[in-house]
């Protein structure tokens, strides 16, 4: 069973930056495509970005070219570096296998973008 622990969130200003990492447990984690989910009040949980295990990367259009989704796969590690933040990527972002795994949603990290 999986276990995902987000970290890195917080409150910034529109224009900031932060960066978001996952931990992952399990000794398969480099065959697994990874990604970014993300949830804001109100909305269905949807996909940011996410990597296969060779680094290939995919963004969702309201994000590319402001978000950078990397992992380590010797520590077990997904990130996601957000920069350009606007208010509108206020929400609780998620790490998961791509497709999703919903047995193994985290807590999730809280980003709130607000002057």
């Known amino acids: 069973q999986v276990q995902l622990v987000e970290s890195g969130g917080g409150l910034v200003q529109p224009g900031g930056s932060l960066r978001l990492s996952c931990a992952a447990s399990?000794?398969?984690?480099?065959?697994?495509?990874m990604a970014w989910y993300r949830q804001a009040p109100g909305k269905q949980r949807e996909l940011v970005a996410r990597?296969?295990?060779?680094?290939?990367?995919t963004y969702a259009d309201s994000v590319k070219g402001r978000f950078t989704i990397s992992r380590d796969n010797a520590k077990n590690m997904v990130y996601l570096q957000m920069n350009s933040l606007k208010p509108e990527d206020t929400a609780v972002y998620y790490c998961?296998?791509?497709?999703?795994?919903?047995?193994?949603w985290g807590q999730g990290t809280q980003v709130t973008v607000s002057s």
């Open positions: 399990g000794s398969t984690f480099s065959i697994y495509m």
């Open positions: 990597i296969s295990g060779d680094g290939i990367t």
């Open positions: 998961n296998r791509y497709p999703r795994n919903d047995d193994a």
